[in-house]
């Protein structure tokens, strides 16, 4: 078994790097993640805008998300038999 390296290796063997163009093109597709910072010994980093571009690209998902939600809250909420109910008698007097 011959062990690989990159002096032994031959171009069949090599994988080529993609170039800054590719690499968003299959972001842009959806075939990749996304890193959090383009610094990659920015490790502390958070970058904001990734998050806000996640979120951003989701915006239906989370839309239509959230008004199933309520919906389904709501139709709950009416449809639930109250465990307790109480009643309350004012008497007002006219005293002189």
Same mark, same amino acid.
């Given at each position: 078994?011959?062990? $690989?390296?990159?002096?032994?290796?031959?171009?069949?063997?090599? *994988?080529?790097? $993609?170039?800054?163009?590719?690499?968003?093109?299959?972001?842009?597709?959806? $075939?990749?993640?996304?890193?959090?910072? #383009?610094?990659?010994?920015?490790?502390?980093? *958070?970058?904001?805008?990734?998050?806000?571009?996640?979120?951003? #690209? #989701?915006?239906?998902?989370?839309?239509?998300?959230?008004?199933?939600?309520?919906? *389904?809250?709501? *139709?709950?909420?009416?449809?639930?038999?109250?465990?307790?109910?109480? +009643?309350?008698?004012? +008497?007002?007097?006219?005293?002189?």
């Amino acid at each position: 078994m011959r062990a $690989l390296s990159l002096e032994n290796a031959t171009p069949g063997d090599r *994988v080529p790097e $993609l170039t800054d163009q590719q690499q968003e093109l299959r972001r842009l597709a959806g $075939l990749t993640t996304e890193p959090v910072s #383009r610094n990659r010994n920015d490790g502390d980093v *958070v970058d904001l805008r990734h998050y806000w571009s996640i979120l951003w #690209r #989701r915006k239906w998902t989370l839309v239509v998300t959230t008004i199933i939600a309520t919906i *389904v809250g709501f *139709v709950k909420t009416y449809n639930t038999v109250p465990l307790y109910v109480s +009643q309350v008698s004012l +008497q007002i007097e006219n005293t002189p």
